[in-house]
């Protein structure tokens, strides 16, 4: 009885370990709804929570003072990836404003080629990865077979998750893909006990944080470095989450921008630069 005992109350601990994981995951969603909507206040509206303000960018008042459609930030609460997106900056004016009638890819892809990319702060995209997003924005999706996708795995996340240590930086690569990755910073009591050692890089590093894949999995001491590439992708990601839900009610223009800015990141993490901060 006593054995049946301790089973049960095992299997109720992970229970309720569990059902407090996934209360964070909702929690962080319905704060992310929320930043979507309280910030549009009738003295400030936001112009991306109201189309009809949109119609007055063609006046010559706002369009000498290039006013942005994100002109505040846009944060998410922080949930089991200790993470914390949002952004300092809005994006760049747009060249290319989406259309109501028609096809966003063909109708915006088609005034592309008919104006020069390059903006006021001299950023230029490419017309091939422009499109390719425009086609993925019609049905958004985290497939991989979509030419998007393929392309920023191919380009970025795949070389930003390629670690040392092959074992675990291919277990962390599908942890982040299914989002059961777990970061937190080392507290002053345990950096005294922890090895000097990355495990995801195999070499001599300071190492001020820690990551496990699972609750029943032991922490693994990472260096800021490694901290900085794994929290870069889940951005990115997150980011691209939030699009297919459709939280993010903002222009094709702005969210592609916003999807640049997070790749930027991607690299800098990726050369172990220092990464912007939330």
């Known amino acids: 009885m006593v054995q049946d005992a301790n089973k049960a109350r095992a299997q109720a601990e992970k229970a309720l370990k569990e059902s407090q994981m996934k209360v964070e995951v909702l929690q962080a969603e319905v704060a992310a709804l929320k930043t979507l909507v309280i910030t549009s206040t009738p003295s400030k509206p936001n112009p991306h929570l109201h189309p009809q303000l949109q119609q007055s960018d063609s006046t010559p008042s706002s369009s000498s003072s290039g006013m942005n459609l994100f002109t505040r930030k846009h944060r998410r609460s922080p949930s089991h990836f200790n993470l914390k997106y949002g952004r300092e900056n809005s994006p760049p004016d747009s060249p290319v404003k989406e259309q109501r009638g ?9 005034q592309l080629q008919q104006e020069d990319l390059a ?3 001299e950023i230029e995209f490419d017309p091939v990865v422009h499109k390719e997003f ?3 924005k019609e049905s958004p999706s985290l497939d991989r077979t979509n030419a998007f996708l393929s392309r920023i795995y191919r380009e970025d996340i795949d070389l930003c998750l390629n670690f040392s240590n092959v074992d675990l930086g ?4 599908e942890a982040v893909q ?3 990755v777990f970061i937190e910073a080392a507290t002053e009591k345990s950096k005294s006990t922890f090895p000097k050692k990355c495990a995801l890089l195999d070499a001599q590093r300071i190492c001020n944080y820690r990551l496990r894949l699972s609750e029943e999995e032991q922490w693994h001491p990472i260096s ?3 901290r900085n590439r794994i929290t870069a992708v889940c951005d990115f990601l997150n980011y691209l989450r939030y699009i297919e839900r459709g939280l993010v009610k ?3 223009h702005d969210m592609y921008c916003e999807l640049v800015r997070l790749r930027k990141e991607i690299v800098l993490a990726r050369l172990g630069l220092p990464i912007s901060k939330d």
């Open 224 to 226: 800021q470095m490694c």
């Open 119 to 121: 903006t006021k702060d």
């Open 170 to 173: 291919s277990r962390v690569y």
């Open 250 to 252: 903002s222009s094709a």
């Open 178 to 180: 299914s989002g059961t």
């Open 134 to 136: 425009l086609q993925w």
């Open 102 to 110: 028609g096809s966003p890819a063909h109708t915006g892809y088609a």
